[in-house]
């Protein structure tokens, strides 16, 4: 070997992705349990190797995880960071690309083993940097909450305005003021009340049910992968 050669250590390249879901007003995390080695039987944070043969990019492999790993398809996906070195994996030096995911209750798949939905502040002891992971995604979700129209994606299609900022509560963990939250969502413009229909039920009269503008859909659309 000449000197000007040296030994490379083969470094793991995966895709960690954390899927939200509100349960019952709650901001919670899905979890799929460990089949392997390292850390058989522990819950942890859908993950898995990028398969460079079939994956077109990195969210190509997020959504293959989450499909074959979780059964969840269609959830929005952005990336969220990249956590590397020799220490978050007892394999070796490893980069992982983290994936922060939306996903609305009703759109997850039936209960199954090997898969569990948790409150993001009941996760448990999570191995990897999953912990870090998740705490990242979370400071994610909750900061473009704040300024953008992000928790439109906890629901399939239609929605009033007070199951909206239900949602926006769940996320940010604290309560929010009716007249200024509904001035938000007239200076972000991407919503719009479907004629005609509305939502009835219990002491409340009817409310308006609304949904994302079509000029947005589209843009909401393409950032949801994994079809």
């Not at 058989?40 to 993950?47: D, E, H, Q, T, Y």
């Not at 499909?67 to 969840?72: F, H, L, P, S, V």
Request: hydrophobic letters at 45%; charged letters at 20%.
């Amino acid at each position: 070997m000449n000197q000007s050669e040296t030994t490379h250590t083969h470094v793991l390249t995966s895709v960690d992705v954390v899927v939200f879901t509100l349960v019952e007003g709650v901001l919670s995390v899905v979890l799929a349990q460990r089949a392997r080695a390292p850390f058989a039987g522990v819950w942890a944070l859908p993950g898995g190797y990028i398969h460079a043969d079939e994956d077109a990019d990195a969210q190509a492999s997020a959504a293959r995880v989450l499909r074959t790993k979780a059964g969840i398809e269609n959830a929005y996906l952005e990336q969220l960071a990249t956590f590397t070195g020799p220490a978050r994996d007892p394999r070796g030096w490893s980069v992982a690309i983290a994936y922060c995911g939306l996903i609305p209750q009703e759109r997850l798949p039936a209960p199954r083993a090997g898969l569990k939905i948790v409150p993001v502040n009941a996760p448990g002891q999570l191995p990897f940097d999953h912990g870090l992971i998740l705490q990242a995604a979370l400071a994610r979700v909750r900061s473009k909450s704040q300024y953008s129209s992000l928790p439109v994606h906890f629901f399939a299609e239609t929605f009033t305005l007070p199951q909206l900022q239900q949602v926006y509560e769940g996320i940010l963990g604290e309560p929010l003021n009716k007249v200024s939250f509904r001035r938000k969502m007239d200076e972000l413009g991407m919503l719009e009340p479907v004629p005609g229909e509305m939502l009835a039920g219990g002491a409340h009269r009817p409310a308006q049910l609304h949904r994302v503008r079509p000029a947005f859909r589209q843009q909401l659309a393409l950032s949801v992968r994994g079809l």
